[in-house]
């Protein structure tokens, strides 16, 4: 399976500000896939981001507010934006890869606390 | 649409004791993949095991054993000898769409106690 590193692995922001959280795999990837977990909650898919098109997104989540950039086959970038006390959740992303596709392997997620 | 149902939110064991989590899925494709994942209290989310709607077959890896019952959409989970490692969020997941469009259960909490 891929190796996923994610970066930030942790941060405290201030409302009203942004944070980009960075996905690397160690392996070419078509699919990345962001969620969002909110505390005690399970996992809630943002969007699904192809290399080269625009990223899909879930019913409930805009662009404005979760804009992602694809820029390669190893990368992706979610960013919360005009964050508030609400955003504070684990941001994990995932992708499929090797001889099982149908699996989705995760990052080690971005613990995000919005005060 | 698909559904992933948890009904033990909290589970505790004292450590050696066996454990089975719950998983009761709801789909009408007939093909589809059915995931168990682990959460420790670090948040990563560490993959266990997958199993196809073709295969039925039960699956045992040292301590962790798995029973897919198609007859009852139920795809649960057993740990024997649980230690305090064990501890951690369990979620069950389903797929019908070969890696994506997951659906995740809303996870069971095991805590093993020493």
């Known amino acids: 399976s891929a190796v996923i590193s994610q970066k930030p692995s942790r941060d405290i922001c201030q409302r009203g500000t942004s944070l980009t959280i960075q996905c690397q795999v160690d392996s070419q990837v078509t699919m990345m896939f962001w969620y969002r977990q909110q505390p005690g909650q399970s996992l809630t898919l943002i969007a699904t981001a192809n290399q080269g098109s625009e990223a899909t997104y879930e019913s409930g989540f805009v662009i404005d507010k979760f804009p992602i950039s694809r820029p390669n086959l190893t990368f992706s970038t979610l960013t919360v934006s005009n964050m508030s006390p609400e955003d504070s959740s684990i941001y994990l992303c995932?992708?499929?890869?090797?001889?099982?596709?149908?699996?989705?392997?995760f990052g080690p997620g971005t613990r995000l606390l919005v005060l | 649409a698909q559904k992933v149902t948890q009904a033990q939110t909290e589970i505790s064991v004292v450590e050696k004791e066996d454990v089975t989590l719950d998983c009761v899925y709801e789909t009408r494709d007939t093909t589809y993949y059915l995931f168990w994942y682990k959460q420790p209290p670090s948040g990563e989310l560490v993959f266990l095991i997958r199993?196809?709607?073709?295969?039925?077959q039960n699956e045992i890896s040292g301590r962790y054993s798995w029973n897919f019952q198609k007859s009852t959409s139920s795809f649960n989970f057993t740990i024997t000898a649980s230690q305090v490692v064990d501890s951690a969020v369990y979620f069950c997941a389903l797929s019908v769409d070969y890696g994506q469009n997951f659906v995740f259960g809303p996870g069971t909490r095991l805590s093993v106690l020493p």
């Open positions: 995932s992708t499929t890869s090797g001889s099982f596709q149908e699996t989705q392997y």
């Open positions: 199993r196809n709607s073709f295969d039925e």
